[in-house]
């Protein structure tokens, strides 16, 4: 496994890439969520480049072929977090993130992939009541 | 003068960090930094992929008119390109799906040159001017 995490969220799978991609790096994790869409029979996958400082055409295209990949395994890839400086650099280099789909941020990841965050109604050991929390997973 | 030798994928990423940082010391806005990285990566990347290795020289630079902007070379000794034409033309792809990177870095970019020889190695050298 690589050092980039890839957490499991019920049936969906988070990254967040919080480090400087170099190209085995992004190699390495695009290995990693296929074995772990494997492992875990997630459904989604949710990618968040929000701390990515820019997508060059290398990122860009393993990020392609990753979503390619998952959908091949019968799961479905959400792109989330590009910043505004970040989209503009891409589409002037001239990539178009082929394939790719996208949503503002990981709330919205979350919805397009068919789920969504609620509160939980029974009492949880060791947690306060739903509402008290006001939040939770479900 | 700043200069990053490039052989290695890792040397492409010390490359964007170099430029980042003088672009961020010449006050570059968010956009135009992203830009500077971007290109940055492109041209790296071209010398680790086609000529193995080679050279990031970056500086500041100013025009007559005292406006400052930053300079990146991407200089190497591979192969050379052999149609420069063809190599800036936007539908020309290699095999393995690159070729957007010249003419991108164009357009990121506001100069942009290029120079190369077969058989003696291509220079690239782009620059940015501060708004």
Redesign the interface.
């Known amino acids: 496994m690589g050092e980039i995490p890839i957490l499991q969220i019920g049936p969906l799978l988070l990254v967040t890439i919080q480090t400087?991609l170099?190209?085995?790096l992004a190699e390495q994790l695009q290995e990693d969520i296929l074995q772990r869409v494997r492992e875990t029979e997630a459904e989604g996958v949710l990618i968040d480049i929000t701390a990515l400082?820019?997508?060059?055409?290398?990122i860009s295209?393993v990020l392609s072929e990753t979503a390619q990949m998952v959908k091949v395994m019968g799961a479905r890839m959400v792109l989330v977090g590009l910043?505004?400086?970040?989209t503009?650099?891409?589409l002037?280099?001239?990539?178009k993130l082929t394939g790719i789909e996208t949503q503002l941020d990981i709330d919205s990841g979350i919805r397009r992939l068919g789920y969504h965050l609620a509160a939980v109604d029974e009492e949880v050991p060791g947690l306060p009541g739903a509402g008290e929390r006001g939040h939770g997973t479900g | 003068m700043e200069r990053v030798d490039i052989h290695s994928?890792?040397d492409?990423?010390r490359a964007?960090?170099c430029a980042?940082d003088l672009s961020l010391s010449l006050g570059f806005s968010?956009?135009d930094?992203?830009?500077i990285?971007?290109?940055t990566?492109?041209l790296a990347?071209n010398i680790f992929k086609y000529a193995r290795e080679g050279r990031m020289e970056a500086e500041e630079i100013r025009d007559e008119q005292g406006r400052r902007g930053l300079r990146l070379a991407f200089i190497d000794t591979g192969p050379g390109i052999p149609d420069i034409e063809q190599a800036m033309d936007?539908g020309f792809s290699s095999a393995d799906?690159?070729g957007?990177?010249l003419?991108?870095?164009k357009?990121?970019m506001d100069e942009f040159h290029i120079e190369s020889a077969v058989g003696e190695g291509t220079r690239v050298e782009v620059i940015k001017w501060l708004k």
Not at chain 1, 83 to 86: A, G, K, L, R, Y
């Open positions: 400087e170099h190209d085995r400082e820019m997508v060059d055409s290398f295209r910043q505004p400086e970040v503009m650099a891409l002037e280099l001239g990539l | 994928e890792e492409i990423v964007r960090q980042r968010l956009v930094k992203t830009r990285a971007t290109a990566s492109e990347r936007e799906g690159l957007q990177g003419p991108g870095s357009r990121l």
